[in-house]
């Protein structure tokens, strides 16, 4: 497929599947034609001034919402995984104005779109796909919070990113987290902060010889940092 | 009341005291609505300021608060308490004073609102939150006067601004109101006062005596100082001795690493253990107080400081200034040292100690300034835009407001006093809707108009937020330091989060004066042991930088066109002579460019002796051309004279670079995109209330941070590009780290006439710039350049290089065996 390998993209293999780290921060499974992204956190901004905080610029959920269509653009993916903390909460799933939600119905549009659940949104959303607490879709398992021991397995959650002391200059990007078990995904959405992968919450998780994936331009792995 | 009632002339008898001149002049002038002291410190300036208040109280019939006073220091507060309970104790007089601060407890400020003292002594912060509770106009009910201390300190920043607009509220509840400022010397006292007045009022200015000139002169040594550096580490010797002959020194510096570092080195060469402390803004409180107190007591022979002891504090007997570095302005320096001295009509006693030999030039043409008289300073602008919406928030918290009432208030306040209608109409509306061109928050606006017409706060509990992140001092995001303990040790004081990431474990740092080892970070703590072995890396603190005034850098280069410099130390005069060997010194008229090899990187300095916010933006435009031009520009550094650029590839044609059409047609487009912009919008953005510093959850885990300032900057230019506070951000730019002006006037002045030299290495003049700190990184190709480079020597390194795939059509990574 020529529109495949024009994507950017670090290539690994985890439980025998072939997977692409892409630098936009999805993950792409050629064989599935299956695009996974995680933490979109899509209506944010109405979130937090619904609470009384600030009211921010709200055009997060359109900015998440372009690049999600400019990486299904290219990908051509016939399934797309939204790995959980799709929304904010689940009353951002409902305040959701019109054109963003018809904008979600139209990437939808002849592809199975899943909405695994998250922290943030636990329950069902009223804006098509298809519901899970997880995917398992042999050799690889879909879910939002990594667990304990696994094989193929594929969350988010944390938001991991990472530095890397460059000459002098750090350089901190939002960044896969991979070794022979598991994915840990960066988060997708435009409003989201990072988690450093020296955490020690991320450090339990991932085997000694994990690496980190740091998203941007050109996608560039890097023994995990601890 | 001009005449001094008995209590108190017997006091002033008693003490063998008589009135000063001015004491008399403000007593006789207490009904005026305005009225701005100018007075040497040690002149009795913080009792000509309350006299009125005391005589005012001495009857005992005031019910509440009767004067409020301001200081732009906490620990001024506390100072100035001591000051006035030893005349009101020993008068006798029922008079009871109270401070309140950020360190004031939680009972203690219930109490005050809810009982006020007569005089209430606070900072700019403290009173904007204590205007934002709906019981403001029963707790400063009968409030008569207000007493501004070092007002010329607030009146050059947005503190001062929103101290302001506090003030324009108290008008409002106590009408007849009265306002005293209290301000050292300044080269331009009309612009106080307009800052001061209620406006339109007049505001009548009195000049104290401003005593005897300072005994000033530079501290000259057998050790010739370093060609760069900031430690002054060479000059101890003699810094010692003066110690030795003085009985108290107050050592000031310029940013609190400097100070750091020359005290740690202080103290290894302290053969006769004379007690000396430290004191500066990143230190934990106690130990900040246990300084002050010993200071108070005669305790410390010295005490190595910041511009946290910059204000008019009363520590005794300080014989002695010494200043380490050079002054970057002549003003502040003249303020510093009159200030330190609180010995009336005595002389101020001071020294200047250049850190390396470029600041020996600085330090002669400083003190050649000082003989001449020649004060400087540039004049602020309207009030910022950014400090209104805040006002406009707090107002909210006390209450409902009528918009047009609001406005006409704000407009009393002198650097509001041109604001327009539709200008505040934009602040009520970003407060309010948030002001976005997709007006997505009608159903949660901040603020909502009711049908009476009034603004209130949407949701009540929006108060608490907004009161958490009142404020305009921009602290950079700092972690706390403490000793690893079981239960949470000793806590130090704080450095900034950046320094901290760059931190692994076993790394040291200077902190307090003593070497700490780190450990590691627990929630937001940085944990750390006492490490006396080794060599200690430098804790980066974000100081206030002062830009040097256009006056002394003409001076400087003045001085670089002269044929030997007599007046110089011979070291420097050398240095000078060097750089003209290897070299040559800028000239006149004439733009010196150097390019050189240096630190496996490409160096290019351009001495444009525009200031430092001019040479700043200099460094933004030539990155960014050099961007376009393929040179791989890694990022820059300026000073008041140069900027230092340094990348991957060489500068070969500056003519092109300099090209001042190209300049200015990037000017508007790249200030979008640039690092200043942003740390511009952060701020801004920060004070307008669209970032909340502080929330009620925020920090305490450390997961999953706020997301940066940059991408609220990012999404804005994206998506609404005309919104009210990218308006703000540029503007704030323009007029503070910006300054196009004096770049054209520099390209101006240079016109044609650029002297290029590329040379092998680092020229003598060249080399201060390497150490300066504030190095804005430039996040161009060069950064994935190195971030590829990287990444592939840390894979080999590691070893996964050999089982991570090559070719990415053909994985080879097989991974689980």
Same mark, same amino acid.
């Given at each position: 497929?020529? /529109?495949?390998?024009?994507?950017?993209?670090?290539?690994?293999?985890?439980?025998?599947?072939?997977?692409?780290?892409?630098?936009?921060?999805?993950?792409?499974?050629?064989?599935?034609?299956?695009? &996974?992204?995680?933490?979109? !956190?899509?209506?944010?901004?109405?979130?937090?001034?619904?609470?009384?905080?600030?009211?921010?610029?709200?055009?997060?959920?359109?900015?998440?919402? %372009?690049?999600?269509?400019?990486?299904?653009?290219?990908? !051509?993916?016939?399934?797309?995984?939204?790995?959980?903390?799709?929304?904010?909460?689940?009353?951002?799933?409902?305040?959701?104005?019109?054109?963003?939600?018809?904008?979600?119905?139209?990437?939808?549009?002849?592809?199975?779109?899943?909405?695994?659940?998250?922290? /943030?949104?636990?329950?069902?959303?009223?804006?098509?796909?298809t519901h899970l607490a997880e995917l398992p879709l042999a050799p690889l398992t879909f879910r939002h919070i990594a667990q304990g021991p696994a094989s193929g397995e594929i969350s988010g959650h944390y938001h991991p990113k990472a530095s890397i002391n460059a000459r002098g200059r750090i350089i901190t990007r939002a960044a896969f987290l991979i070794d022979s078990d598991r994915v840990i995904m960066p988060a997708y959405? %435009?409003? %989201?902060?990072?988690?450093?992968?020296? %955490?020690?919450?991320?450090?339990?998780?991932?085997?000694?010889?994990?690496?980190?994936?740091?998203?941007?331009? &050109?996608?560039?792995? &890097?023994?995990?940092?601890? | 009341?001009?005449?001094?009632?008995?209590?108190?002339?017997?006091?002033?008898?008693?003490?063998?005291?008589?009135?000063?001149?001015?004491?008399?002049?403000?007593?006789?002038?207490?009904?005026?609505?305005?009225?701005?002291?100018?007075?040497?410190?040690?002149?009795?300036?913080?009792?000509?300021?309350?006299?009125?208040?005391?005589?005012?109280?001495?009857?005992?019939?005031?019910?509440?608060?009767?004067?409020?006073?301001?200081?732009?220091?906490?620990?001024?507060?506390?100072?100035?308490?001591?000051?006035?309970?030893?005349?009101?104790?020993?008068?006798?007089?029922?008079?009871?004073?109270?401070?309140?601060?950020?360190?004031?407890?939680?009972?203690?400020?219930?109490?005050?609102?809810?009982?006020?003292?007569?005089?209430?002594?606070?900072?700019?912060? *403290?009173?904007?939150?204590?205007? *934002?509770?709906?019981?403001?106009?029963?707790?400063?009910?009968?409030?008569? =006067?207000?007493?501004?201390?070092?007002?010329?300190?607030?009146?050059?920043?947005?503190?001062?601004?929103?101290?302001?607009?506090?003030?324009?509220?108290?008008?409002?509840?106590?009408?007849? #109101?009265?306002?005293?400022?209290?301000?050292?010397?300044?080269?331009?006292?009309?612009?106080?006062?307009?800052?001061?007045?209620?406006?339109?009022?007049?505001?009548?200015?009195?000049?104290?005596?401003?005593?005897?000139?300072?005994?000033?002169?530079?501290?000259?040594?057998?050790?010739?100082?370093?060609?760069?550096?900031?430690?002054?580490?060479?000059?101890?010797?003699?810094?010692?001795?003066?110690?030795?002959?003085?009985?108290?020194?107050?050592?000031?510096?310029?940013?609190?690493?400097?100070?750091?570092?020359?005290?740690?080195?202080?103290?290894?060469?302290?053969?006769?253990?004379?007690?000396?402390?430290?004191?500066?803004?990143?230190?934990?409180?106690?130990?900040?107080?246990?300084?002050?107190?010993?200071?108070?007591?005669?305790?410390?022979?010295?005490?190595?400081?910041?511009?946290?002891?910059?204000?008019?504090?009363?520590?005794?007997?300080?014989?002695?200034?010494?200043?380490?570095?050079?002054?970057?302005?002549?003003? =502040?320096?003249?303020?510093?040292?009159?200030?330190?001295?609180?010995?009336?009509?005595?002389? *101020?006693?001071?020294?200047?100690?250049?850190?390396?030999?470029?600041?020996?030039?600085?330090?002669v043409a400083a003190l050649e300034a000082v003989l001449d008289g020649e004060l400087d300073g540039d004049p602020r602008g309207p009030g910022p835009r950014d400090v209104l919406c805040q006002h406009i928030l707090i107002t909210a918290c006390a209450g409902p407001f009528e918009e047009t009432v609001l406005y006409s208030e704000i407009k009393t306040c002198g650097a509001y006093s041109t604001l327009s209608r539709a200008a505040f109409d934009a602040c009520l509306d970003f407060c309010a809707t948030g002001g976005y061109a997709l007006r997505a928050y009608d159903r949660w606006q901040r603020l909502i108009k009711r049908p009476d017409g009034l603004w209130q706060l949407r949701d009540p509990r929006a108060a608490q937020r907004i009161r958490m992140n009142?404020?305009?001092?921009?602290?950079?995001?700092?972690?706390?330091?403490?000793?690893?303990?079981?239960?949470?040790?000793?806590?130090?004081?704080?450095?900034?989060?950046?320094?901290?990431?760059?931190?692994?474990?076993?790394?040291?740092?200077?902190?307090?004066?003593?070497?700490?080892?780190?450990?590691?970070?627990?929630?937001?703590?940085?944990?750390?042991?006492?490490?006396?072995?080794?060599?200690?890396?430098?804790?980066?603190?974000?100081?206030?930088?002062?830009?040097?005034?256009?006056?002394?850098?003409?001076?400087?280069?003045?001085?670089?066109?002269?044929?030997?410099?007599?007046?110089?130390?011979?070291?420097?005069?050398?240095?000078?002579?060097?750089?003209?060997?290897?070299?040559?010194?800028?000239?006149?008229? =004439?733009?010196?460019?150097? *390019?050189?090899?240096?630190?496996?990187?490409?160096?290019?300095?351009?001495?444009?002796?525009?200031?430092?916010?001019?040479?700043?933006?200099?460094?933004?435009?030539?990155?960014?051309?050099?961007?376009?031009?393929?040179?791989?520009?890694?990022?820059?550094?300026?000073?008041?004279?140069?900027?230092?650029?340094?990348?991957?590839?060489?500068?070969?044609?500056?003519?092109?670079?300099?090209?001042?059409?190209?300049?200015?047609?990037?000017?508007?487009?790249?200030?979008?995109?640039?690092?200043?912009?942003?740390?511009?919008?952060?701020?801004?953005?920060?004070?307008?209330? #669209?970032?909340?510093?502080?929330?009620?959850?925020?920090?305490?885990?450390?997961?999953?941070?706020?997301?940066?300032?940059?991408?609220?900057?990012?999404?804005?230019?994206?998506?609404?590009?005309?919104?009210?506070?990218?308006?703000?951000?540029?503007?704030?730019?323009?007029?503070?780290?910006?300054?196009?002006?004096?770049?054209?006037?520099?390209?101006?002045?240079?016109?044609?006439?650029?002297?290029?030299?590329?040379?092998?290495?680092?020229?003598?003049?060249?080399?201060?710039?390497?150490?300066?700190?504030?190095?804005?990184?430039?996040?161009?190709?060069?950064?994935?350049?190195?971030?590829?480079?990287?990444?592939?020597?840390?894979?080999?390194?590691?070893?996964?290089?050999?089982?991570?795939?090559?070719?990415?059509?053909?994985?080879?990574?097989?991974?689980?065996?």
């Amino acid at each position: 497929m020529f /529109h495949v390998c024009r994507m950017n993209g670090y290539d690994f293999t985890i439980a025998g599947a072939a997977l692409k780290a892409l630098s936009s921060g999805a993950l792409w499974w050629p064989q599935e034609s299956l695009l &996974v992204v995680s933490d979109l !956190h899509l209506g944010k901004s109405e979130r937090i001034a619904r609470r009384g905080g600030a009211s921010l610029p709200p055009y997060d959920t359109r900015d998440t919402l %372009t690049r999600l269509a400019a990486d299904l653009a290219l990908s !051509h993916a016939r399934t797309v995984v939204c790995l959980g903390d799709s929304f904010d909460d689940l009353m951002s799933a409902d305040a959701l104005p019109e054109d963003e939600r018809q904008w979600i119905l139209r990437l939808q549009a002849g592809r199975r779109w899943v909405w695994i659940e998250g922290n /943030h949104d636990p329950g069902p959303v009223d804006v098509g796909g298809t519901h899970l607490a997880e995917l398992p879709l042999a050799p690889l398992t879909f879910r939002h919070i990594a667990q304990g021991p696994a094989s193929g397995e594929i969350s988010g959650h944390y938001h991991p990113k990472a530095s890397i002391n460059a000459r002098g200059r750090i350089i901190t990007r939002a960044a896969f987290l991979i070794d022979s078990d598991r994915v840990i995904m960066p988060a997708y959405g %435009t409003y %989201t902060g990072g988690l450093r992968a020296q %955490t020690p919450v991320l450090g339990a998780l991932m085997r000694d010889e994990a690496i980190a994936v740091l998203t941007g331009p &050109v996608p560039v792995a &890097v023994p995990m940092p601890r | 009341m001009a005449d001094l009632p008995d209590t108190f002339r017997t006091w002033f008898a008693a003490k063998g005291w008589s009135i000063h001149p001015h004491q008399q002049a403000m007593l006789e002038r207490a009904d005026a609505p305005a009225l701005l002291l100018i007075a040497p410190t040690g002149g009795g300036k913080t009792l000509s300021g309350f006299l009125p208040t005391l005589i005012d109280l001495a009857d005992g019939d005031h019910e509440g608060m009767h004067t409020l006073y301001i200081s732009p220091l906490k620990a001024l507060a506390a100072d100035i308490k001591r000051n006035l309970t030893t005349p009101v104790a020993e008068m006798g007089l029922p008079v009871r004073i109270e401070e309140r601060t950020g360190d004031t407890t939680a009972t203690r400020r219930k109490r005050q609102r809810a009982d006020p003292p007569h005089i209430f002594l606070t900072t700019p912060e *403290s009173l904007a939150l204590l205007v *934002s509770y709906d019981d403001a106009p029963r707790m400063f009910k009968g409030l008569k =006067r207000v007493v501004i201390d070092e007002i010329h300190a607030l009146a050059e920043s947005k503190r001062g601004d929103q101290m302001m607009l506090a003030l324009a509220r108290l008008q409002t509840i106590c009408p007849d #109101l009265k306002r005293v400022g209290l301000s050292a010397t300044v080269e331009d006292p009309t612009a106080i006062a307009h800052l001061m007045a209620r406006h339109p009022d007049p505001c009548e200015i009195l000049q104290a005596d401003p005593g005897p000139a300072p005994d000033i002169s530079m501290l000259r040594t057998d050790e010739a100082p370093p060609w760069s550096g900031g430690g002054a580490a060479y000059a101890i010797p003699a810094v010692l001795e003066q110690v030795k002959q003085h009985k108290t020194t107050l050592i000031f510096h310029n940013t609190r690493a400097q100070a750091e570092i020359f005290f740690h080195n202080l103290w290894l060469a302290n053969d006769d253990a004379l007690p000396i402390g430290i004191h500066h803004g990143s230190l934990d409180r106690q130990q900040r107080e246990r300084v002050e107190g010993a200071m108070v007591r005669g305790e410390l022979r010295a005490i190595v400081c910041t511009g946290s002891l910059d204000l008019g504090i009363d520590w005794g007997d300080v014989d002695l200034v010494i200043q380490i570095g050079a002054p970057k302005n002549v003003k =502040r320096l003249v303020q510093r040292i009159g200030r330190a001295n609180h010995r009336y009509n005595a002389p *101020s006693k001071a020294l200047l100690v250049p850190a390396n030999r470029f600041e020996v030039v600085e330090c002669v043409a400083a003190l050649e300034a000082v003989l001449d008289g020649e004060l400087d300073g540039d004049p602020r602008g309207p009030g910022p835009r950014d400090v209104l919406c805040q006002h406009i928030l707090i107002t909210a918290c006390a209450g409902p407001f009528e918009e047009t009432v609001l406005y006409s208030e704000i407009k009393t306040c002198g650097a509001y006093s041109t604001l327009s209608r539709a200008a505040f109409d934009a602040c009520l509306d970003f407060c309010a809707t948030g002001g976005y061109a997709l007006r997505a928050y009608d159903r949660w606006q901040r603020l909502i108009k009711r049908p009476d017409g009034l603004w209130q706060l949407r949701d009540p509990r929006a108060a608490q937020r907004i009161r958490m992140n009142i404020g305009t001092i921009q602290d950079t995001d700092t972690l706390k330091v403490r000793m690893k303990r079981n239960r949470g040790g000793k806590p130090l004081g704080e450095i900034e989060e950046g320094f901290a990431a760059t931190l692994t474990p076993g790394d040291t740092f200077l902190i307090g004066g003593q070497i700490v080892k780190y450990e590691g970070l627990r929630e937001m703590t940085v944990e750390v042991s006492r490490d006396a072995a080794k060599k200690p890396r430098i804790a980066t603190f974000m100081g206030t930088k002062f830009a040097t005034s256009t006056q002394l850098s003409a001076r400087v280069q003045r001085m670089f066109t002269q044929d030997a410099w007599p007046e110089l130390p011979d070291h420097t005069a050398k240095w000078l002579a060097l750089q003209r060997e290897v070299s040559q010194l800028p000239q006149p008229g =004439r733009l010196l460019i150097e *390019s050189f090899p240096h630190d496996r990187r490409a160096q290019t300095v351009v001495y444009g002796f525009a200031g430092r916010n001019g040479q700043q933006t200099l460094g933004l435009l030539l990155t960014k051309r050099m961007e376009a031009l393929g040179l791989h520009p890694l990022g820059f550094v300026a000073t008041d004279y140069a900027t230092l650029i340094w990348g991957l590839d060489p500068v070969t044609d500056p003519e092109t670079l300099l090209d001042p059409h190209a300049l200015q047609d990037g000017l508007e487009t790249w200030l979008a995109g640039n690092a200043v912009m942003k740390r511009t919008f952060r701020a801004s953005a920060t004070i307008a209330g #669209l970032i909340e510093r502080n929330t009620p959850s925020a920090r305490k885990s450390g997961r999953q941070a706020t997301f940066s300032s940059d991408i609220l900057y990012d999404t804005l230019t994206k998506y609404d590009p005309e919104h009210l506070m990218l308006d703000i951000t540029r503007e704030e730019a323009l007029r503070g780290l910006v300054d196009f002006g004096r770049i054209e006037e520099m390209l101006e002045r240079t016109r044609g006439r650029i002297d290029h030299l590329t040379l092998p290495r680092v020229t003598p003049l060249s080399a201060p710039l390497f150490l300066e700190m504030g190095r804005v990184p430039v996040k161009g190709e060069a950064e994935e350049r190195l971030l590829a480079e990287e990444a592939a020597r840390l894979m080999q390194s590691s070893g996964l290089a050999q089982i991570t795939p090559a070719d990415a059509s053909k994985p080879r990574w097989r991974v689980g065996f």
